[in-house]
């Protein structure tokens, strides 16, 4: 059984530019998370998608924007990319309000 | 708002040796708290969780106590393995049956000297 896929697992983007990271949760799962880590740090809560709507969010400027398909994959854009915004970008599933949290392996964003 | 601080940043034992690592949280309507483990290259797994209404979770030689007056809670590993060597983190989250979402602390490096 697969867990939760994400890609791709590195990117390397330029200032100004946008991104598109992919996320697929794991079977039976209906909810996706996703969170960033920089460098040293624990990962931040950016907004969690249920029923293919944004549920909750976290402090992520409108530059950070997401989707969720009917079938509960979910992608997470970034327009207007920052230095700062060079991070792993983790996806995590679950299924409902349950806590159980699946984290895939992220995706390594780096923006020069 | 929301913070959760974690203690120590990094942490070197022997192996066979315990490792304890303690966390604290800011906002007393938390009753979900989560340990993950994050190994080099991998999303953080979880490892073990307890909830407001108990005092305490073991998990073969893992355990987890919650003080909800002091809001401290801290990870217990025994007879630590080489193979325990990873970057743990707590969190800690409130079960409203609106959303999950976690705060993390800032994670604590565990080395396990063979």
């Known amino acids: 059984d697969a867990g939760v896929t994400q890609s791709p697992t590195h990117l390397i983007k330029t200032r100004g530019q946008q991104v598109t990271l992919r996320c697929s949760p794991k079977?039976?799962?209906?909810?996706v998370s996703w969170y960033q880590q920089a460098l040293g740090q624990g990962p931040q809560f950016i907004f969690q998608?249920?029923?293919?709507?944004?549920?909750q969010r976290g402090n992520f400027p409108d530059r950070f924007s997401g989707h969720q398909f009917p079938n509960y994959s979910s992608e997470l854009n970034v327009n207007a990319l920052l230095l700062g915004d060079s991070a792993l970008y983790l996806c995590?599933?679950?299924?409902?309000?349950?806590?159980?949290?699946?984290f895939g392996s992220g995706t390594r964003l780096t923006v020069v | 708002g929301e913070n959760v601080e974690q203690h120590p940043s990094t942490l070197s034992v022997q192996e066979g040796d315990s490792a304890v690592i303690k966390c604290t949280y800011s906002?007393?309507?938390?009753?979900?708290f989560p340990w993950y483990k994050q190994e080099l290259g991998k999303g953080p797994q979880l490892i073990i969780d307890?909830?407001?209404?108990?005092g305490e979770k073991k998990d073969q030689r893992i355990a987890v106590t919650l003080n909800k007056t002091a809001k401290h809670f801290s990870l217990h590993i025994t007879e630590t393995q080489p193979e325990d060597s990873a970057v743990y983190f707590c969190?800690?989250?409130?079960?409203?049956?609106?959303?999950?979402?976690?705060?993390f602390g800032t994670g604590t490096l565990l080395a396990v000297q063979p």
């Open positions: 995590a599933s679950s299924l409902g309000e349950l806590r159980g949290y699946t």
């Open positions: 079977s039976g799962h209906d909810t």
């Open positions: 998608y249920y029923e293919e709507e944004e549920r």
């Open positions: 906002d007393s309507a938390s009753n979900y």
């Open positions: 307890i909830r407001s209404n108990v």
């Open positions: 969190a800690a989250s409130i079960e409203d049956g609106a959303t999950n979402k976690l705060i």
